[in-house]
Protein backbone atom coordinates (compact mmCIF):
# COMPACT_ATOMS: atom_id res chain seq x y z
CA UNK A 1 0.00 0.00 0.00
CA UNK A 2 2.62 2.83 0.84
CA UNK A 3 4.85 1.26 -2.63
CA UNK A 4 1.33 2.12 -4.39
CA UNK A 5 0.65 5.72 -2.86
CA UNK A 6 4.66 6.34 -3.02
CA UNK A 7 3.82 5.64 -6.63
CA UNK A 8 1.04 7.42 -7.29
CA UNK A 9 2.33 10.80 -5.49
CA UNK A 10 5.90 10.62 -7.97
CA UNK A 11 3.40 10.54 -10.77
CA UNK A 12 1.43 13.64 -9.94
CA UNK A 13 4.71 15.28 -9.22
CA UNK A 14 5.86 14.05 -13.05
CA UNK A 15 2.14 15.20 -14.59
CA UNK A 16 2.53 18.31 -12.96
CA UNK A 17 6.25 18.91 -13.83
CA UNK A 18 5.80 18.21 -17.53
CA UNK A 19 2.22 18.21 -18.30
CA UNK A 20 0.66 21.74 -18.48
CA UNK A 21 -1.54 22.75 -16.10
CA UNK A 22 -5.28 23.31 -17.33
CA UNK A 23 -6.22 27.55 -17.47
CA UNK A 24 -7.71 28.66 -14.82
CA UNK A 25 -11.72 27.94 -14.36
CA UNK A 26 -11.25 24.76 -17.00
CA UNK A 27 -11.05 20.92 -15.92
CA UNK A 28 -8.62 18.09 -16.98
CA UNK A 29 -11.54 17.31 -19.18
CA UNK A 30 -11.86 20.12 -21.22
CA UNK A 31 -7.68 19.05 -21.87
CA UNK A 32 -7.94 15.76 -21.92
CA UNK A 33 -10.56 14.65 -24.53
CA UNK A 34 -9.13 17.16 -27.26
CA UNK A 35 -5.48 15.40 -26.94
CA UNK A 36 -7.07 12.29 -26.98
CA UNK A 37 -9.08 13.23 -30.42
CA UNK A 38 -5.48 14.54 -31.44
CA UNK A 39 -3.80 11.34 -30.51
CA UNK A 40 -6.48 9.52 -32.78
CA UNK A 41 -5.99 11.48 -35.66
CA UNK A 42 -2.22 11.59 -35.63
CA UNK A 43 -2.11 7.68 -35.62
CA UNK A 44 -4.60 7.51 -38.09
CA UNK A 45 -2.74 9.75 -40.57
CA UNK A 46 0.24 7.74 -40.06
CA UNK A 47 -1.21 4.76 -40.61
CA UNK A 48 -3.11 6.35 -44.09
CA UNK A 49 0.51 7.39 -44.98
CA UNK A 50 2.14 4.19 -44.49
CA UNK A 51 -0.73 2.23 -46.77
CA UNK A 52 -0.59 5.01 -49.22
CA UNK A 53 2.98 4.40 -49.86
CA UNK A 54 2.90 0.53 -49.47
CA UNK A 55 -0.29 0.67 -52.31
CA UNK A 56 2.52 2.88 -54.42
CA UNK A 57 5.48 0.16 -53.36
CA UNK A 58 7.32 3.43 -52.28
CA UNK A 59 11.08 2.20 -51.64
CA UNK A 60 11.16 4.74 -48.06
CA UNK A 61 7.69 5.14 -46.61
CA UNK A 62 9.19 6.15 -43.72
CA UNK A 63 9.32 9.48 -44.76
CA UNK A 64 6.04 9.99 -45.18
CA UNK A 65 5.06 8.65 -41.81
CA UNK A 66 7.27 11.36 -40.64
CA UNK A 67 5.79 14.04 -42.55
CA UNK A 68 2.47 12.92 -41.36
CA UNK A 69 3.71 13.03 -37.82
CA UNK A 70 5.12 16.64 -38.13
CA UNK A 71 2.15 17.99 -40.32
CA UNK A 72 -0.97 16.59 -38.49
CA UNK A 73 -2.39 19.64 -35.78
CA UNK A 74 -5.46 19.58 -33.82
CA UNK A 75 -7.22 22.20 -36.28
CA UNK A 76 -7.47 22.99 -40.13
CA UNK A 77 -5.55 26.22 -39.47
CA UNK A 78 -2.49 24.80 -37.91
CA UNK A 79 -2.35 21.69 -40.57
CA UNK A 80 -2.62 24.22 -43.51
CA UNK A 81 -0.10 26.37 -42.14
CA UNK A 82 2.55 23.63 -41.26
CA UNK A 83 1.56 21.92 -44.89
CA UNK A 84 2.19 24.79 -46.33
CA UNK A 85 5.43 25.37 -44.55
CA UNK A 86 6.68 21.68 -45.39
CA UNK A 87 5.95 22.20 -49.24
CA UNK A 88 7.92 25.54 -49.54
CA UNK A 89 10.96 23.36 -47.02
CA UNK A 90 10.53 20.43 -49.43
CA UNK A 91 10.72 22.22 -53.20
CA UNK A 92 13.22 24.61 -51.43
CA UNK A 93 15.11 21.74 -49.96
CA UNK A 94 14.98 19.47 -53.18
CA UNK A 95 16.36 22.02 -55.34
CA UNK A 96 19.05 22.65 -52.91
CA UNK A 97 19.62 18.73 -52.69
CA UNK A 98 19.62 18.20 -56.55
CA UNK A 99 22.41 21.09 -56.91
CA UNK A 100 24.38 19.20 -54.13
CA UNK A 101 24.23 15.91 -56.17
CA UNK A 102 25.49 18.08 -58.76
CA UNK A 103 27.91 19.58 -57.32
CA UNK A 104 29.03 15.79 -55.81
CA UNK A 105 29.09 14.49 -59.16
CA UNK A 106 31.50 16.97 -60.57
CA UNK A 107 33.74 17.30 -57.22
CA UNK A 108 33.57 13.21 -56.09
CA UNK A 109 33.30 14.66 -52.48
CA UNK A 110 30.05 14.48 -50.26
CA UNK A 111 30.83 16.79 -46.91
CA UNK A 112 31.62 19.85 -48.96
CA UNK A 113 28.29 20.03 -51.49
CA UNK A 114 26.41 19.47 -48.18
CA UNK A 115 27.80 22.66 -46.52
CA UNK A 116 27.60 24.93 -49.79
CA UNK A 117 23.73 24.41 -49.94
CA UNK A 118 23.48 24.16 -45.76
CA UNK A 119 24.95 27.56 -45.51
CA UNK A 120 22.05 29.63 -47.24
CA UNK A 121 19.21 27.07 -46.21
CA UNK A 122 20.23 28.03 -42.70
CA UNK A 123 20.50 31.99 -43.17
CA UNK A 124 17.09 31.75 -45.05
CA UNK A 125 15.90 29.95 -42.05
CA UNK A 126 16.89 32.55 -39.53
CA UNK A 127 15.81 35.01 -41.80
CA UNK A 128 11.77 33.53 -42.59
CA UNK A 129 11.75 30.60 -39.61
CA UNK A 130 9.22 28.56 -41.73
CA UNK A 131 11.86 27.73 -44.22
CA UNK A 132 13.38 25.26 -41.58
CA UNK A 133 11.84 22.55 -43.19
CA UNK A 134 13.98 22.95 -46.55
CA UNK A 135 17.33 22.55 -44.28
CA UNK A 136 15.67 19.02 -43.10
CA UNK A 137 14.54 18.17 -46.80
CA UNK A 138 18.32 18.94 -47.63
CA UNK A 139 19.71 16.37 -44.85
CA UNK A 140 17.08 13.83 -45.95
CA UNK A 141 17.43 13.75 -49.86
CA UNK A 142 21.38 14.01 -49.42
CA UNK A 143 23.00 12.63 -46.55
CA UNK A 144 20.72 9.34 -46.04
CA UNK A 145 22.67 6.33 -47.59
CA UNK A 146 21.23 5.18 -51.01
CA UNK A 147 22.29 2.26 -53.42
CA UNK A 148 22.02 2.96 -57.60
CA UNK A 149 21.25 6.60 -58.93
CA UNK A 150 21.69 9.23 -56.48
CA UNK A 151 18.75 11.16 -57.91
CA UNK A 152 16.40 8.01 -58.00
CA UNK A 153 16.43 8.61 -54.26
CA UNK A 154 15.84 12.26 -53.96
CA UNK A 155 12.48 11.28 -55.93
CA UNK A 156 11.38 8.87 -54.09
CA UNK A 157 11.84 10.86 -50.65
CA UNK A 158 10.34 14.28 -52.01
CA UNK A 159 7.31 11.62 -53.48
CA UNK A 160 7.00 10.03 -49.62
CA UNK A 161 7.37 13.86 -48.14
CA UNK A 162 4.44 15.42 -50.40
CA UNK A 163 2.69 12.16 -49.82
CA UNK A 164 2.60 12.59 -45.87
CA UNK A 165 1.26 15.97 -46.30
CA UNK A 166 -1.67 15.44 -48.45
CA UNK A 167 -2.40 12.50 -46.42
CA UNK A 168 -2.47 14.85 -43.25
CA UNK A 169 -4.20 17.50 -45.00
CA UNK A 170 -7.17 14.53 -45.59
CA UNK A 171 -6.99 13.70 -42.00
CA UNK A 172 -7.51 16.72 -40.56
CA UNK A 173 -10.53 17.92 -42.56
CA UNK A 174 -11.78 14.07 -42.39
CA UNK A 175 -11.32 12.60 -39.08
CA UNK A 176 -12.35 13.74 -35.47
CA UNK A 177 -13.00 17.23 -36.81
CA UNK A 178 -13.69 19.42 -33.91
CA UNK A 179 -16.86 21.88 -35.23
CA UNK A 180 -15.36 25.15 -35.14
CA UNK A 181 -19.05 26.77 -34.65
CA UNK A 182 -18.99 24.99 -31.14
CA UNK A 183 -15.98 25.85 -29.90
CA UNK A 184 -17.03 29.18 -31.01
CA UNK A 185 -20.01 29.89 -28.72
CA UNK A 186 -19.20 27.72 -26.22
CA UNK A 187 -15.97 29.91 -25.84
CA UNK A 188 -18.19 32.89 -25.81
CA UNK A 189 -20.28 31.75 -22.99
CA UNK A 190 -17.14 30.79 -21.02
CA UNK A 191 -16.04 34.54 -21.64
CA UNK A 192 -18.87 36.20 -20.79
CA UNK A 193 -19.04 33.90 -17.21
CA UNK A 194 -15.54 35.39 -17.07
CA UNK A 195 -16.47 39.03 -17.41
CA UNK A 196 -19.32 38.67 -14.81
CA UNK A 197 -16.93 36.91 -12.72
CA UNK A 198 -14.71 40.25 -12.99
CA UNK A 199 -16.68 42.65 -12.36
CA UNK A 200 -17.79 40.46 -9.18
CA UNK A 201 -14.52 40.48 -8.24
CA UNK A 202 -13.90 43.95 -8.55
CA UNK A 203 -16.72 44.46 -6.15
CA UNK A 204 -15.40 42.45 -3.50
CA UNK A 205 -12.79 44.88 -1.27
CA UNK A 206 -10.56 42.18 -0.75
CA UNK A 207 -9.87 41.41 -4.19
CA UNK A 208 -6.69 43.54 -5.52
CA UNK A 209 -6.38 45.10 -8.54
CA UNK A 210 -3.57 42.85 -9.67
CA UNK A 211 -5.91 39.79 -9.27
CA UNK A 212 -8.87 41.46 -11.30
CA UNK A 213 -5.77 41.58 -13.93
CA UNK A 214 -4.90 38.27 -13.95
CA UNK A 215 -9.11 37.85 -14.67
CA UNK A 216 -8.48 39.82 -17.75
CA UNK A 217 -5.40 37.79 -18.78
CA UNK A 218 -7.79 34.75 -18.63
CA UNK A 219 -10.43 36.25 -20.62
CA UNK A 220 -7.73 37.57 -22.99
CA UNK A 221 -6.74 33.47 -23.56
CA UNK A 222 -10.41 32.98 -23.98
CA UNK A 223 -10.42 35.60 -27.02
CA UNK A 224 -7.72 34.44 -28.73
CA UNK A 225 -9.19 31.07 -28.59
CA UNK A 226 -12.40 32.51 -29.50
CA UNK A 227 -10.39 33.90 -32.62
CA UNK A 228 -8.87 30.57 -33.49
CA UNK A 229 -12.32 28.82 -33.78
CA UNK A 230 -13.87 31.45 -35.79
CA UNK A 231 -10.73 31.00 -38.30
CA UNK A 232 -11.17 27.72 -38.74
CA UNK A 233 -14.52 28.14 -39.34
CA UNK A 234 -13.26 30.23 -42.11
CA UNK A 235 -11.38 27.44 -43.55
CA UNK A 236 -13.74 24.49 -43.03
CA UNK A 237 -15.72 25.75 -46.28
CA UNK A 238 -14.93 27.80 -49.61
CA UNK A 239 -18.30 29.93 -48.79
CA UNK A 240 -17.54 32.91 -47.11
CA UNK A 241 -18.09 33.19 -43.22
CA UNK A 242 -20.03 36.30 -43.06
CA UNK A 243 -22.58 34.92 -45.97
CA UNK A 244 -22.67 31.37 -44.47
CA UNK A 245 -23.09 32.71 -40.73
CA UNK A 246 -22.67 36.30 -40.02
CA UNK A 247 -23.53 35.76 -36.68
CA UNK A 248 -20.61 33.36 -35.76
CA UNK A 249 -17.80 35.89 -37.82
CA UNK A 250 -19.40 38.71 -36.10
CA UNK A 251 -18.04 37.29 -32.15
CA UNK A 252 -14.70 38.04 -31.99
CA UNK A 253 -15.14 41.73 -32.35
CA UNK A 254 -18.25 41.95 -29.95
CA UNK A 255 -16.48 39.91 -27.36
CA UNK A 256 -13.35 42.11 -27.67
CA UNK A 257 -15.90 45.29 -27.15
CA UNK A 258 -17.48 43.72 -24.69
CA UNK A 259 -13.82 42.55 -22.62
CA UNK A 260 -12.59 46.08 -22.74
CA UNK A 261 -16.16 47.79 -21.75
CA UNK A 262 -15.82 45.66 -18.36
CA UNK A 263 -12.47 46.28 -17.84
CA UNK A 264 -13.20 49.77 -17.94
CA UNK A 265 -16.23 48.97 -15.34
CA UNK A 266 -13.80 47.15 -13.16
CA UNK A 267 -11.53 49.45 -13.27
CA UNK A 268 -14.01 52.56 -12.06
CA UNK A 269 -15.63 50.49 -9.70
CA UNK A 270 -12.30 50.19 -7.86
CA UNK A 271 -11.51 53.53 -8.10
CA UNK A 272 -14.40 54.51 -6.19
CA UNK A 273 -14.46 51.15 -4.29
CA UNK A 274 -12.35 52.50 -1.27
CA UNK A 275 -14.85 55.51 -0.48
CA UNK A 276 -17.76 52.88 -0.42
CA UNK A 277 -19.17 54.23 -3.64
CA UNK A 278 -19.04 51.71 -5.97
CA UNK A 279 -21.66 53.16 -8.41
CA UNK A 280 -22.63 49.86 -9.35
CA UNK A 281 -22.94 47.28 -6.64
CA UNK A 282 -27.32 47.99 -6.75
CA UNK A 283 -27.20 47.04 -10.41
CA UNK A 284 -24.59 43.85 -10.29
CA UNK A 285 -27.77 41.91 -10.07
CA UNK A 286 -28.74 43.08 -13.52
CA UNK A 287 -25.65 43.08 -14.72
CA UNK A 288 -24.71 39.78 -13.99
CA UNK A 289 -28.52 38.63 -14.99
CA UNK A 290 -27.70 40.28 -18.64
CA UNK A 291 -23.90 38.26 -19.26
CA UNK A 292 -25.43 35.14 -17.97
CA UNK A 293 -27.99 35.10 -20.48
CA UNK A 294 -26.13 35.89 -22.97
CA UNK A 295 -23.96 33.54 -22.02
CA UNK A 296 -27.00 31.07 -22.05
CA UNK A 297 -27.96 32.47 -25.01
CA UNK A 298 -24.29 31.18 -26.96
CA UNK A 299 -24.71 27.81 -25.16
CA UNK A 300 -28.52 27.24 -26.81
CA UNK A 301 -26.58 27.99 -30.30
CA UNK A 302 -24.30 24.86 -30.26
CA UNK A 303 -27.53 22.61 -29.53
CA UNK A 304 -29.60 21.48 -32.43
CA UNK A 305 -33.03 23.05 -32.52
CA UNK A 306 -34.96 20.38 -31.35
CA UNK A 307 -32.80 20.29 -28.52
CA UNK A 308 -33.00 23.51 -27.20
CA UNK A 309 -35.35 25.08 -24.19
CA UNK A 310 -38.80 25.78 -25.15
CA UNK A 311 -38.50 29.03 -23.61
CA UNK A 312 -35.48 30.84 -24.84
CA UNK A 313 -34.36 34.15 -23.39
CA UNK A 314 -35.96 37.23 -24.76
CA UNK A 315 -33.97 40.29 -25.82
CA UNK A 316 -36.58 42.77 -24.40
CA UNK A 317 -35.96 41.36 -20.88
CA UNK A 318 -32.02 42.67 -21.03
CA UNK A 319 -32.84 45.78 -22.98
CA UNK A 320 -35.47 46.97 -20.04
CA UNK A 321 -32.66 47.18 -17.86
CA UNK A 322 -30.74 49.22 -19.82
CA UNK A 323 -32.31 52.64 -18.80
CA UNK A 324 -31.35 52.29 -15.32
CA UNK A 325 -27.18 51.43 -16.44
CA UNK A 326 -26.60 55.34 -16.81
CA UNK A 327 -28.12 56.41 -13.33
CA UNK A 328 -24.79 56.96 -11.58
CA UNK A 329 -23.44 59.89 -9.80
CA UNK A 330 -20.22 59.57 -10.54
CA UNK A 331 -19.03 60.91 -14.38
CA UNK A 332 -16.78 58.12 -15.15
CA UNK A 333 -19.64 56.03 -14.05
CA UNK A 334 -21.56 57.02 -16.16
CA UNK A 335 -19.39 57.69 -18.74
CA UNK A 336 -18.28 53.56 -19.14
CA UNK A 337 -21.79 52.43 -18.43
CA UNK A 338 -22.98 54.46 -21.33
CA UNK A 339 -20.65 52.18 -23.44
CA UNK A 340 -21.53 49.55 -21.95
CA UNK A 341 -25.11 50.13 -22.62
CA UNK A 342 -24.26 50.13 -26.18
CA UNK A 343 -22.39 47.12 -26.89
CA UNK A 344 -24.85 45.18 -24.82
CA UNK A 345 -27.74 46.59 -27.04
CA UNK A 346 -24.89 44.70 -29.84
CA UNK A 347 -24.70 42.07 -28.14
CA UNK A 348 -28.45 41.23 -27.63
CA UNK A 349 -28.81 42.06 -31.40
CA UNK A 350 -26.31 39.45 -32.44
CA UNK A 351 -26.16 36.75 -30.12
CA UNK A 352 -30.39 36.94 -29.23
CA UNK A 353 -31.85 37.91 -32.34
CA UNK A 354 -29.16 37.02 -34.38
CA UNK A 355 -29.25 40.26 -36.05
CA UNK A 356 -25.15 40.59 -37.04
CA UNK A 357 -25.54 44.24 -38.57
CA UNK A 358 -26.42 44.98 -34.83
CA UNK A 359 -22.52 45.03 -34.89
CA UNK A 360 -21.67 47.73 -37.36
CA UNK A 361 -20.32 51.06 -35.84
CA UNK A 362 -17.89 49.06 -33.79
Not at 6 to 33: A, Q
Not at 284 to 307: F, G, N, V, W
Not at 328 to 356: H, K, N, T
Request: charged share 20%; glycine share 4%; with cysteine.
Amino acid sequence: MRILIYSMNVFNRLSRTWLSVPPSGSSWHEVMRPATRQMIRVLISVAAAWLVGMALHLQETIWALVTALIVTQSSIVQTISTARDQISGTVIGGIAGTLALLIQLWTHTVWMPFWIMLTPLVFLSAIQPRLRFACITLVIVFLFPSNGSPFLPLLTRLTAITIGVLVSMGVSFLVLHTSARRQAFHTSARLLRRLDAMVEAALDSSSSWSQIEKRNQDCVALLLDLEGAVEEARRERLQDLKKRDPVLAALPQLMRRLLNDTMLVARAIATGRDAGNTGLRSLHHDLSHMLRTLAYSCEQQILRPQKRHPHQPDGQDILDLLPRFEEQSRPEMRFVMSLYREDIERAVGVIISGDATAIQGL
